[in-house]
């Protein structure tokens, strides 16, 4: 299920713990999401968050010479970001004060635990989706992910970006992120997820809320490479493991795991009955010979 959230209040608890905490955007999250997809009924209310969402556009090439701006300020394409692995991409505006910043810390978290890393077998990509936002903002966001991440990633191997609002529709509208601003908050209703590209610039999955597993992000980055990363190990759980473009995780593929411990079951018993006929062979064998030095010594 997609999440999101709607910055409306300023009012924060003096305290909450991270689980209370991420129990309570879940929460809103849901309850939100209840009424984005209201339909009609939420039109006829004019409930601007009918309007907040992801449509998944799988296969959907993204706009690759899009012209944004690295968080030194430098221009830079959309293309530049592509280097022959697959890029994980994340869409979040820097001010937001809690969504996002849940988002990326969960997504630290997650990467903390993974042998694949950013700069080596795949790269990162976050993109502020507010216009408004200056390169500053995004340095600001980096230094702060890369303190929490605390391993050394090279400066292009997890990018910060900000564009303007022609190059941020370009790129929400690809790969089908909606947003609303509130002119009275000055914030941002969104949804959170992570969107993982091929080395071509393509879209291949997406992982939705806030809370990215390690295995989740695993597969879709080897889906996502075509095999390129990863190792043997991966490829068989991929067998037991199918993606859900519903709910944006893997899930066991019953019929392939079906098949799979089939096979294996299979290929035991032929084994066992191979290994069986040969010592049979191999008695009846050792048999005759003792016969016939049995009645060489007789004779």
Same mark, same amino acid.
């Given at each position: 299920?997609?999440?999101?959230?709607?910055?409306?209040?300023?009012?924060?608890?003096?305290?909450?713990?991270?689980?209370?905490?991420?129990?309570?955007?879940?929460?809103?999250?849901?309850? #939100?999401?209840?009424?984005?997809?209201?339909?009609?009924?939420?039109?006829?209310? @004019?409930?601007?968050?009918?309007?907040?969402?992801?449509?998944?556009?799988? @296969?959907?090439?993204?706009?690759?010479?899009?012209?944004?701006?690295?968080?030194?300020?430098?221009?830079?394409?959309?293309?530049?970001?592509?280097?022959?692995?697959? =890029?994980?991409?994340? #869409? =979040?505006?820097?001010?937001?004060?809690?969504?996002?910043?849940?988002?990326?810390?969960?997504?630290?978290?997650?990467?903390?635990? $993974?042998?694949?890393?950013?700069?080596?077998?795949?790269? #990162?990509?976050?993109?502020?989706?507010?216009?408004?936002?200056?390169?500053?903002?995004?340095?600001?966001?980096?230094?702060?992910?890369?303190?929490?991440?605390?391993?050394?990633?090279?400066?292009?191997?997890?990018?910060?970006?900000?564009?303007?609002?022609?190059?941020?529709?370009?790129?929400?509208?690809? =790969?089908?992120?909606?947003?609303?601003?509130?002119?009275?908050?000055?914030?941002?209703?969104?949804?959170?997820?992570?969107? =993982?590209?091929?080395?071509?610039?393509?879209?291949?999955?997406?992982?939705?809320?806030?809370?990215?597993?390690?295995?989740?992000?695993?597969?879709?980055?080897?889906?996502?490479?075509?095999?390129?990363?990863?190792?043997?190990?991966?490829?068989?759980?991929? #067998?037991?493991?199918?993606?859900?473009?519903?709910?944006?995780?893997?899930?066991?593929?019953? $019929?392939?795991?079906?098949?799979?411990?089939? @096979?294996?079951?299979?290929?035991?018993?032929?084994?066992?009955?191979?290994?069986?006929?040969?010592?049979?062979?191999?008695?009846?064998?050792?048999?005759?010979?003792?016969?016939?030095?049995?009645?060489?010594?007789?004779?």
């Amino acid at each position: 299920m997609q999440q999101i959230h709607s910055e409306r209040t300023t009012a924060r608890p003096a305290r909450l713990s991270r689980r209370a905490a991420i129990a309570l955007v879940a929460a809103a999250a849901v309850a #939100l999401a209840v009424a984005a997809q209201g339909g009609d009924r939420a039109a006829a209310s @004019g409930d601007p968050l009918r309007d907040v969402g992801i449509d998944p556009q799988l @296969g959907a090439t993204l706009p690759i010479n899009l012209s944004l701006r690295d968080s030194d300020g430098t221009s830079l394409r959309l293309a530049d970001c592509f280097r022959g692995r697959p =890029v994980v991409l994340q #869409l =979040v505006y820097y001010e937001c004060p809690m969504l996002c910043n849940l988002a990326t810390s969960n997504l630290i978290r997650t990467l903390r635990t $993974m042998s694949l890393a950013p700069g080596r077998e795949f790269d #990162l990509v976050t993109v502020s989706f507010d216009p408004r936002e200056p390169p500053a903002r995004a340095a600001a966001a980096k230094r702060t992910a890369l303190k929490r991440y605390g391993r050394q990633v090279p400066d292009d191997g997890w990018r910060f970006l900000t564009g303007d609002a022609a190059a941020i529709d370009a790129l929400t509208n690809a =790969v089908g992120y909606r947003t609303v601003f509130d002119t009275k908050t000055g914030s941002y209703s969104h949804a959170a997820a992570l969107i =993982v590209l091929t080395p071509a610039g393509s879209v291949s999955r997406y992982l939705y809320g806030v809370d990215y597993t390690a295995r989740d992000l695993r597969l879709s980055i080897i889906e996502a490479s075509r095999g390129e990363v990863g190792h043997l190990g991966d490829e068989i759980l991929l #067998l037991c493991y199918q993606y859900d473009p519903s709910r944006g995780r893997y899930g066991l593929a019953i $019929m392939n795991l079906l098949r799979l411990t089939g @096979g294996l079951t299979v290929a035991v018993l032929a084994g066992g009955i191979v290994w069986m006929i040969r010592r049979d062979r191999k008695r009846a064998g050792a048999a005759r010979v003792g016969e016939s030095s049995h009645d060489t010594q007789a004779g």
